[in-house]
């Protein structure tokens, strides 16, 4: 096997499965239920279009219309998402690594993947400080200019040697998504070389001292090295990072 990525048939996606996953996407963190404003706001669908829609994904178990004519996400959404979480067991060895930074570290490790312009807290393993970043395992970020977000941007979906040549691995920033907060993240690699996700570590500024940040990122490193062994890739050659 060449392990080349093998390239898409040249067809157009079907216009109204296109419309039915966008009303579905709609949905974010926190909402219970959205009226049919709320959905048009959201999708840039007319109502009548939404409505229609509705009906079939009511009828396949993805919406349930509310007594008051809102719609909310139905069972049908958790048994595919059980399924994914069942099939692809990348916690099998996510998990442990973080596990691991965290007994070493002390600070608090997570795994992101890149989801649109957004970047999703897959998996998650706390400080044992009181004192850390409250992000929960399915919180959805922006792509801002915190280390995780670089991470994603620059290696996703596939590396941009001119842009990752001159970064220096793993990447640290300090505030970049709370004043309070700094993290620093490396890229972790799977099968045919494509970015499987940002193994992070993240901590209160006030632990990053100079001393803190020079002897975790080597920590940190070395598990991504470790992650992208487990999954079967191969991290393309980065300059090495230097101590701070």
Partial sequence: ????????PALEGVASADRALTVLSA?????????????????????????RLAI????????????DGSYRLDAEVLRLGTIYTQ?????????????????????????????????LCLFRVDSPHLLRMHVRVGDALPLDNSSIAQVLRA??????????????????????TDPHTGAMAAPVFGPGDALAGAL???????????????????????????????????AP?????AAE
């Fill in 87 to 119: 099939s692809f067991r990348l916690d099998a060895h996510v998990m442990p690594v973080l596990e691991e930074l965290v007994a070493r570290t002390g600070e608090t490790a997570a795994f992101y993947v890149r989801r649109g312009e957004q970047r």
């Fill in 155 to 176: 290696f996703s979906p596939r590396p941009l040697p001119a842009y990752t040549a001159a970064l220096e691995l793993p990447i640290v920033t300090m505030g970049a």
């Fill in 27 to 51: 949905f974010r963190k926190g909402d219970q239920a959205l009226s049919l404003a709320e959905l048009a706001a959201r999708t840039g669908l007319v109502k009548s279009t939404i409505m």
């Fill in 1 to 8: 096997m060449t392990g080349k990525p093998r390239p898409r």
């Fill in 237 to 241: 050659e980065q300059p090495r990072a």
């Fill in 200 to 234: 992070a570590l993240s901590a209160p500024v006030i632990r990053w001292t100079t001393d803190a940040v020079a002897a975790a990122r080597p920590v940190l490193a070395e598990a991504a090295a470790a992650l992208t062994r487990r999954l079967g890739g191969h």
């Fill in 56 to 67: 079939s994904l009511e009828e396949h178990g993805f919406l349930a219309r509310e007594g």
